[in-house]
Protein backbone atom coordinates (compact mmCIF):
# COMPACT_ATOMS: atom_id res chain seq x y z
CA UNK A 1 0.00 0.00 0.00
CA UNK A 2 1.49 3.45 -0.74
CA UNK A 3 2.59 5.22 2.04
CA UNK A 4 0.74 8.36 3.01
CA UNK A 5 4.26 10.27 2.86
CA UNK A 6 5.20 8.40 -0.44
CA UNK A 7 3.47 11.31 -2.41
CA UNK A 8 5.59 11.88 -5.10
CA UNK A 9 3.37 12.83 -8.71
CA UNK A 10 0.73 13.09 -6.98
CA UNK A 11 -1.45 16.52 -7.39
CA UNK A 12 -0.45 19.02 -4.35
CA UNK A 13 -0.44 22.55 -5.43
CA UNK A 14 2.30 24.79 -5.72
CA UNK A 15 5.67 24.87 -3.87
CA UNK A 16 5.60 27.14 -0.37
CA UNK A 17 8.68 29.21 -1.35
CA UNK A 18 8.57 31.51 1.55
CA UNK A 19 11.25 31.55 4.38
CA UNK A 20 10.77 31.38 8.27
CA UNK A 21 13.04 31.77 10.98
CA UNK A 22 13.20 28.94 13.18
CA UNK A 23 11.91 29.12 17.12
CA UNK A 24 14.05 28.53 19.41
CA UNK A 25 12.19 25.12 20.21
CA UNK A 26 12.75 24.02 16.32
CA UNK A 27 16.31 24.98 17.43
CA UNK A 28 16.31 22.71 20.26
CA UNK A 29 14.53 19.28 19.16
CA UNK A 30 17.39 19.89 15.42
CA UNK A 31 20.13 19.91 18.44
CA UNK A 32 18.29 17.00 20.72
CA UNK A 33 18.55 14.91 17.58
CA UNK A 34 21.82 15.61 16.86
CA UNK A 35 22.82 14.88 20.45
CA UNK A 36 21.05 11.67 20.30
CA UNK A 37 22.37 10.60 17.12
CA UNK A 38 25.89 11.45 17.61
CA UNK A 39 27.94 7.64 17.29
CA UNK A 40 29.23 8.26 20.52
CA UNK A 41 26.01 7.71 21.73
CA UNK A 42 23.96 6.55 18.76
CA UNK A 43 20.57 6.50 21.07
CA UNK A 44 18.81 7.11 17.42
CA UNK A 45 18.98 6.63 13.80
CA UNK A 46 17.65 9.41 11.35
CA UNK A 47 16.45 6.10 9.44
CA UNK A 48 14.50 5.21 12.68
CA UNK A 49 13.12 8.93 12.88
CA UNK A 50 11.84 8.70 9.65
CA UNK A 51 10.03 5.17 9.86
CA UNK A 52 8.03 6.92 12.81
CA UNK A 53 7.79 10.07 10.91
CA UNK A 54 5.82 7.82 8.31
CA UNK A 55 4.31 5.75 10.94
CA UNK A 56 1.77 9.07 11.33
CA UNK A 57 -1.35 8.77 11.04
CA UNK A 58 -2.66 10.89 7.35
CA UNK A 59 -4.11 13.66 9.25
CA UNK A 60 -1.13 14.23 11.77
CA UNK A 61 1.21 13.93 9.12
CA UNK A 62 -0.51 17.00 7.05
CA UNK A 63 -1.12 18.88 10.26
CA UNK A 64 1.74 18.69 11.93
CA UNK A 65 4.62 21.24 10.92
CA UNK A 66 8.54 19.82 10.11
CA UNK A 67 9.44 19.59 13.55
CA UNK A 68 6.14 18.63 15.37
CA UNK A 69 6.56 15.54 13.61
CA UNK A 70 10.70 15.30 14.24
CA UNK A 71 10.05 16.01 18.32
CA UNK A 72 7.24 13.30 17.73
CA UNK A 73 8.98 10.67 15.96
CA UNK A 74 12.24 11.34 18.35
CA UNK A 75 9.90 10.79 21.58
CA UNK A 76 8.58 7.44 20.01
CA UNK A 77 11.97 6.27 18.99
CA UNK A 78 13.06 6.49 22.14
CA UNK A 79 10.14 4.54 23.63
CA UNK A 80 10.67 1.81 21.20
CA UNK A 81 14.19 1.59 22.15
CA UNK A 82 13.35 2.17 25.84
CA UNK A 83 16.00 4.75 26.87
CA UNK A 84 12.55 6.59 27.97
CA UNK A 85 9.74 5.28 29.27
CA UNK A 86 6.41 6.65 28.41
CA UNK A 87 5.44 6.92 32.18
CA UNK A 88 8.47 9.10 32.49
CA UNK A 89 7.57 11.06 29.30
CA UNK A 90 3.86 11.56 30.72
CA UNK A 91 5.22 12.69 34.38
CA UNK A 92 7.83 15.30 32.80
CA UNK A 93 5.13 16.50 30.17
CA UNK A 94 2.78 17.43 33.21
CA UNK A 95 5.07 18.91 35.34
CA UNK A 96 6.51 21.32 31.97
CA UNK A 97 2.96 22.41 31.49
CA UNK A 98 2.28 23.16 34.79
CA UNK A 99 5.60 25.53 35.34
CA UNK A 100 4.26 26.86 31.98
CA UNK A 101 0.88 27.94 34.13
CA UNK A 102 2.74 29.43 37.16
CA UNK A 103 4.93 32.00 34.71
CA UNK A 104 4.34 35.84 34.89
CA UNK B 1 28.50 -9.74 9.91
CA UNK B 2 31.51 -6.99 9.94
CA UNK B 3 30.06 -3.27 9.09
CA UNK B 4 32.66 -3.43 5.98
CA UNK B 5 30.91 -6.52 4.14
CA UNK B 6 29.17 -4.98 1.19
CA UNK B 7 27.70 -6.77 -2.11
CA UNK B 8 29.32 -6.84 -5.12
CA UNK B 9 27.37 -4.45 -8.28
CA UNK B 10 25.30 -6.30 -10.58
CA UNK B 11 24.73 -3.58 -12.49
CA UNK B 12 27.19 -1.45 -14.66
CA UNK B 13 26.48 1.63 -16.40
CA UNK B 14 24.50 1.84 -19.33
CA UNK B 15 22.44 -1.61 -18.43
CA UNK B 16 18.31 -1.67 -18.45
CA UNK B 17 16.71 -2.23 -15.20
CA UNK B 18 13.50 -2.79 -13.90
CA UNK B 19 12.25 -1.44 -10.75
CA UNK B 20 10.63 -4.53 -8.78
CA UNK B 21 6.61 -3.66 -8.10
CA UNK B 22 7.34 -4.74 -4.57
CA UNK B 23 5.29 -3.57 -1.44
CA UNK B 24 6.45 -5.21 1.59
CA UNK B 25 5.69 -3.45 4.60
CA UNK B 26 8.29 -1.16 6.38
CA UNK B 27 10.37 1.46 6.19
CA UNK B 28 11.64 1.81 1.90
CA UNK B 29 13.52 4.56 -0.04
CA UNK B 30 12.24 3.48 -3.27
CA UNK B 31 9.07 6.16 -4.11
CA UNK B 32 5.94 4.54 -5.09
CA UNK B 33 5.67 6.54 -8.90
CA UNK B 34 8.64 4.33 -9.72
CA UNK B 35 8.44 1.03 -9.25
CA UNK B 36 7.59 -1.19 -12.14
CA UNK B 37 9.40 1.14 -14.29
CA UNK B 38 12.40 0.48 -16.73
CA UNK B 39 15.36 2.57 -16.64
CA UNK B 40 19.09 2.86 -17.07
CA UNK B 41 21.69 2.65 -14.41
CA UNK B 42 23.57 6.18 -14.93
CA UNK B 43 26.27 5.57 -12.23
CA UNK B 44 27.01 3.42 -9.52
CA UNK B 45 27.00 5.74 -5.94
CA UNK B 46 28.78 3.67 -3.62
CA UNK B 47 27.56 0.98 -1.25
CA UNK B 48 25.79 1.73 2.02
CA UNK B 49 24.06 0.40 4.80
CA UNK B 50 20.40 -1.02 4.47
CA UNK B 51 18.17 1.81 5.40
CA UNK B 52 14.99 -0.54 5.67
CA UNK B 53 17.31 -2.11 8.03
CA UNK B 54 19.17 0.77 9.92
CA UNK B 55 15.00 2.14 10.27
CA UNK B 56 14.68 -1.16 12.91
CA UNK B 57 17.93 0.03 14.42
CA UNK B 58 19.41 -3.09 12.70
CA UNK B 59 23.29 -2.83 11.68
CA UNK B 60 22.00 -3.36 7.46
CA UNK B 61 25.07 -5.16 6.52
CA UNK B 62 25.92 -6.45 4.07
CA UNK B 63 26.26 -2.71 2.30
CA UNK B 64 23.76 -2.70 -0.44
CA UNK B 65 25.68 -0.74 -3.92
CA UNK B 66 23.31 2.27 -4.20
CA UNK B 67 22.62 3.52 -8.15
CA UNK B 68 21.10 6.55 -9.84
CA UNK B 69 18.78 5.15 -12.69
CA UNK B 70 17.86 7.25 -15.87
CA UNK B 71 14.10 7.07 -16.35
CA UNK B 72 12.57 8.53 -19.70
CA UNK B 73 9.72 11.50 -17.78
CA UNK B 74 7.11 10.06 -20.65
CA UNK B 75 7.44 6.29 -19.44
CA UNK B 76 7.02 7.04 -15.52
CA UNK B 77 4.17 9.73 -16.18
CA UNK B 78 1.88 8.69 -19.24
CA UNK B 79 0.31 12.63 -19.26
CA UNK B 80 4.16 13.85 -19.23
CA UNK B 81 3.91 17.10 -21.78
CA UNK B 82 7.10 17.70 -21.93
CA UNK B 83 10.12 16.87 -24.14
CA UNK B 84 10.47 12.92 -25.25
CA UNK B 85 13.94 13.56 -24.35
CA UNK B 86 13.18 14.61 -20.68
CA UNK B 87 14.49 12.53 -17.90
CA UNK B 88 14.17 11.55 -14.41
CA UNK B 89 16.88 10.06 -11.78
CA UNK B 90 15.97 8.03 -9.19
CA UNK B 91 18.60 6.83 -6.40
CA UNK B 92 17.93 3.29 -5.77
CA UNK B 93 19.20 0.21 -3.51
CA UNK B 94 19.98 -2.65 -5.32
CA UNK B 95 17.80 -5.11 -4.23
CA UNK B 96 14.49 -3.35 -5.81
CA UNK B 97 16.79 -3.64 -9.39
CA UNK B 98 16.69 -6.53 -11.73
CA UNK B 99 17.69 -6.92 -15.21
CA UNK B 100 15.43 -5.35 -18.09
Same mark, same amino acid.
Given at each position: MRGHHD????? /?? #?????????????????????LLSAPSRRLLRVDELRRNIEALPP? /???????YE??????A??????GVITADELGRKMAAVAARGKDAP | MSETATLAPRFAPGARVSVRRADPPGHLRTPW?????????????????????????R??? #???PLYRVRFRQREVWPDYRGS /?????????????LEPA
Open positions: MGGLP /AG #PVERSEHDHALWEKRVDALMLD /AYDRMTYRWISAINTLLQR | YIRGHVGVIERLCGAFANPEELAYNPGV #PKQ /AEDKIEVEIYQHW
